[in-house]
């Protein structure tokens, strides 16, 4: 009998795991509030201030989306706070170069820690900005999927 309850218990566990959608956001505004529940009545935990910060959802319930950070902060966001994901943060410092290629004009150094604004992909490169500077970047060590 205690199989039984085991075995099912465990399929119930894979099953739902299976159906958490895990996917990249951004943040709308400069100033976003993550809370302790999914709820407007739930506790400010702390405060985002940085417009376009790449956050991976990893659950979601009714109009709010759980989220964690690149330094594994996690918190309750309302939708209406967040959009498609449109940047990523680069965990090493990274070439900014001309063309996708890494035989292209090198244009900078990007440091670790920066975010870049991403205006399209293509296999393992994407073409990116940040601040006066645009062109294209390897896809490894990134944090933020591009989707």
């Known amino acids: 009998m205690y199989k039984i309850i085991y075995t099912l218990f465990c399929l119930i566990i894979i099953i739902s795991s299976s159906f958490a959608e895990e996917t990249f956001v951004s943040l709308k505004k400069n100033k976003v509030n993550v809370?302790?529940?999914?709820?407007f009545d739930s506790d400010i935990k702390y405060v985002y201030r940085k417009i376009n910060f790449p956050l991976k959802q990893i659950d979601k319930k009714e109009n709010f989306r759980r989220i964690i950070d690149l330094k594994n902060?996690?918190?309750?966001?309302?939708?209406?706070?967040?959009k498609k994901n449109n940047s990523v943060i680069t965990m090493q410092n990274k070439v900014l170069f001309k063309e996708p290629t890494s035989f292209a004009k090198p244009i900078a150094q990007i440091e670790k820690g920066r975010l870049l604004i991403i205006d399209k992909c293509q296999e393992k490169w994407c073409k990116i900005k940040s601040n006066d500077y645009r062109g294209w970047i390897k896809t490894n060590n990134i944090w933020g999927l591009i989707n």
Do not use: K, T
């Open 35 to 39: 809370r302790y529940g999914p709820s």
């Open 73 to 82: 902060n996690s918190g309750w966001i309302h939708i209406s706070q967040l």
